[in-house]
């Protein structure tokens, strides 16, 4: 079954609005990763946020994390047509033993208009 | 630093013949995972391994599909008698420590005829 729900499913945005998508997640985790991928390529890691973290910043993207909730939010601020891809969360469960594996999403697909 | 490598990146094989899929992890990562991705869907899950050792295996079918991690070499995931519903794109991760940011090969595309 699906760990990570993301919403929405598709958004698409004019170059220079901000972009949010959100997750949301079933289970107590370790630690929460946001993946890009473009069409027909490999995942590129954008940014892990761990279940005693709240907020993190890296460049233009922002996550967040509310674990009372089992939600997280990725915004992109000042899109660019490059940021165009599809966006996965991922969780990593918190339990013993092989705690390791990745459970991702269906993805949201991100269309920024120049 | 040279990222995660996989090879080949497009795999065409007939019905029953074997499919071999080799990741090389990033220089000093010793944790590597396999996920498959089906058209328009997300990535499963397929196994995890650290040197010499299987950790879990859970997202494996319970047959035709095996994997690897030797001491010295590639992982190697390796698929016998391939159907058409093994098409997909498979994709390496591998992490330095557990659990970590895991970072992506440009996954094998695999085309079953």
């Known amino acids: 079954s699906q760990q990570g729900e993301e919403d929405p499913q598709a958004l698409s945005i004019q170059e220079g609005e901000n972009a949010t998508m959100n997750c949301s997640y079933k289970?107590?985790?370790?630690?929460l990763q946001w993946y890009r991928q473009n069409s027909g390529r490999g995942l590129v890691h954008l940014i892990l946020?761990?279940?005693?973290?709240r907020e993190k910043h890296s460049g233009r993207l922002r996550v967040t994390l509310d674990t009372s909730k089992k939600s997280s939010s990725l915004l992109i601020t000042a899109s660019r047509a490059a940021d165009t891809a599809s966006y996965f969360c991922?969780?990593?469960?918190?339990?013993?033993?092989?705690?390791?594996?990745?459970?991702f999403g269906k993805g949201i697909t991100l269309s920024v208009r120049p | 630093n040279a990222g995660v490598m996989q090879n080949p990146r497009h795999l065409v094989r007939r019905r029953g013949q074997e499919a071999r899929l080799r990741c090389s992890p990033m220089?000093?990562?010793?944790?590597v995972y396999w996920y498959r991705q089906l058209p328009e869907e997300g990535l499963k899950f397929m196994v995890y391994?650290?040197?010499?050792?299987?950790?879990?295996e859970s997202g494996m079918p319970k047959e035709r599909f095996s994997a690897e991690f030797p001491k010295e070499g590639p992982s190697i995931l390796r698929i016998q008698q391939v159907v058409r519903g093994d098409s997909a794109a498979y994709f390496c991760?591998?992490?330095?420590?557990?659990?970590?940011?895991?970072?992506f090969g440009p996954g094998t595309r695999l085309t079953v005829t």
């Open positions: 991760a591998s992490s330095r420590t557990a659990p970590d940011e895991q970072y």
């Open positions: 289970t107590s985790i370790n630690n």
């Open positions: 946020i761990r279940s005693n973290e």
């Open positions: 991922a969780t990593v469960p918190n339990y013993t033993g092989a705690n390791s594996k990745l459970t």
């Open positions: 220089k000093g990562h010793s944790h």
């Open positions: 391994l650290q040197k010499e050792n299987i950790i879990d």
